[in-house]
DNA sequence: CGGTATCCGTTTGGATACTG
DNA sequence: CAGTATCCAAACGGATACCG
């Protein structure tokens, strides 16, 4: 029976609670989506990495920058020859993967925010 | 300058990155992306969305449901004239709008546990 | 059935200081 | 610059018990 809601179907239901639940063991957290989007415009350093995406402490951006490393997202760059150490960081082509859900997330929320502020401006 | 990671330039980033914290603000955590996936096939009762949603406890259920039901993407049914009350939950159209993204990101963690697998089989 | 109350361990993450 | 070390507070989340 077709309904103007348009559910899925139980199986397909529960196909997506696993994809869901394996993407966001790797992209969970209140940091790692936004250290990627931080890259996308290119290679950064530590401290430049660390100004872009507001609000991040070394610390934190230090652990996360490994565990995007050893998942793959990440590929940490050390220019040895210079003095004092260069080090860049910059997404794999893995990460890449990621592009199109990161655009589409970052939408949605931009227009969550619209909505938010329409709704402060209707409630006096 | 072309080139072929097509890095998104600076200014986009950084509405890129206002974005995704905005969306992150009312659907970060672990639970809240679940239960609204839990939900897509239909409205559904306390406990019975409590087993779709495979390892949440109740107090994290009931808790999580009433910060959705805040941000209106879950309405909340009471059928009071039952013995016992029956209490039903389901998506409002606005979290309907999250639709494509919950599609996308599904897909990708699919295809991120089959990619980890494959390295499995690869790495003897 | 549909929760709430309480308790408590774990995880996360922020502040500060420090190092090569 | 590129981090690490330490410490601590807050958030998150699990277990158990209990209630109408």
Redesign the interface.
């Known amino acids: 029976m077709y309904n103007k ?6 199986p ?15 992209l ?1 957290g ?1 940091w790692k ?2 250290i990627i ?2 890259l ?3 290679d950064k350093r530590f401290n430049e990495l660390q100004r ?3 609000g991040i402490s070394a610390k934190v951006l230090s652990d996360e920058l490994k565990k995007l490393e050893l998942n793959g997202f990440i590929r940490r760059q050390v220019y040895a020859d210079t003095r004092p150490v260069v080090v860049e960081y910059g ?1 794999t082509d ?1 990460a ?3 592009k ?14 619209e ?1 938010i502020k329409e709704q402060m401006r209707n409630s006096y």
């Open positions: 809601k348009e559910y899925l179907s139980t397909r239901c529960e196909k997506m609670l696993n994809g869901i639940e394996d993407a966001l063991y790797v969970g209140k989506l936004r989007v931080g996308l415009d290119g872009t995406v507001n997404l893995y890449l993967t990621l199109e859900l990161l655009q589409l997330l970052s939408e949605w929320g931009e227009m969550h925010k909505r």
